[in-house]
């Protein structure tokens, strides 16, 4: 099976926010976002995997800042590490200045995705290999983002996550 770096598998996917896609102050809804946001993942998980690849599970997005009507966003995901028949899939959005030429980081989401074929059945995914100094941070996150987010979908115990200390403390 080929090995894929996190560079094989950018997306980049531009809209231009219109009045129709806000709330009444002129802000985007977040729900069109996240549309986007899931799109734009998982057309990186395809790149990666060359498989119809079904979205497991987006964990915590918090809008940091308003996206305004007139708003050029930019959405580029990438995948930052494979593992048995998922894969993790970041997505940042960056809020661009046509003027400037500014791009401002709005947020950073992970989304996981499963690979499938036609009947459903789950296939194992290419092995990912991080090239720079960002891609092997985000490759050895990824292993506690998963431990979490499996918890969290109660696929996990939590004395089966590593460093893990009962009771937590919040
Ligand atoms: C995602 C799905 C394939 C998982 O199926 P499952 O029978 O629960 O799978 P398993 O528990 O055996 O796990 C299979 C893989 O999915 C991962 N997974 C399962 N639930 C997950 C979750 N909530 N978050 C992240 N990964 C998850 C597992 O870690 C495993 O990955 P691995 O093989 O790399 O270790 C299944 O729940 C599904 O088809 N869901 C619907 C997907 C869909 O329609 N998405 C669009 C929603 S609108």
Same mark, same amino acid.
């Given at each position: 099976?080929?090995?894929?770096?996190?560079?094989?598998?950018?997306?980049?996917? +531009?809209? *231009?926010?219109?009045?129709?896609?806000?709330?009444?102050?002129?802000?985007?809804? &977040?729900?069109?976002? $996240? @549309?986007?946001?899931?799109?734009?993942?998982?057309?990186?998980?395809?790149?990666?995997?060359?498989?119809?690849?079904?979205?497991?599970?987006?964990?915590?997005?918090?809008?940091?800042?308003?996206?305004?009507?007139?708003?050029?966003?930019?959405?580029?995901?990438?995948?930052?590490?494979?593992?048995? +028949?998922? *894969?993790?899939?970041?997505?940042?959005?960056?809020?661009?200045?046509?003027?400037? &030429?500014?791009?401002? $980081? @709005?947020?950073?989401?992970?989304?996981?995705?499963?690979?499938?074929?036609?009947?459903?059945?789950?296939?194992?995914?290419?092995?990912?290999?991080?090239?720079?100094?960002?891609?092997?941070?985000?490759?050895?996150?990824?292993?506690?983002?998963?431990?979490?987010?499996?918890?969290?979908?109660?696929?996990?115990?939590?004395?089966?996550?590593?460093?893990?200390?009962?009771?937590?403390?919040?």
């Amino acid at each position: 099976m080929k090995l894929k770096t996190p560079q094989d598998s950018i997306n980049i996917h +531009t809209e *231009l926010i219109m009045p129709g896609q806000t709330n009444p102050l002129g802000n985007l809804m &977040g729900g069109n976002l $996240l @549309s986007w946001m899931d799109v734009c993942c998982g057309i990186s998980a395809l790149k990666h995997c060359g498989t119809i690849c079904v979205t497991a599970s987006v964990d915590n997005v918090s809008f940091r800042l308003p996206i305004k009507v007139g708003d050029v966003v930019v959405l580029k995901s990438f995948a930052t590490r494979a593992f048995n +028949t998922s *894969l993790e899939i970041c997505c940042e959005v960056y809020i661009h200045n046509p003027r400037t &030429g500014e791009d401002t $980081l @709005s947020h950073t989401a992970f989304f996981t995705f499963v690979s499938i074929d036609g009947n459903g059945n789950r296939l194992k995914v290419p092995t990912l290999s991080p090239l720079t100094n960002r891609d092997k941070e985000l490759f050895e996150s990824a292993m506690r983002r998963r431990e979490f987010r499996l918890f969290l979908a109660g696929k996990l115990k939590a004395n089966e996550i590593k460093g893990f200390k009962f009771p937590m403390e919040f």
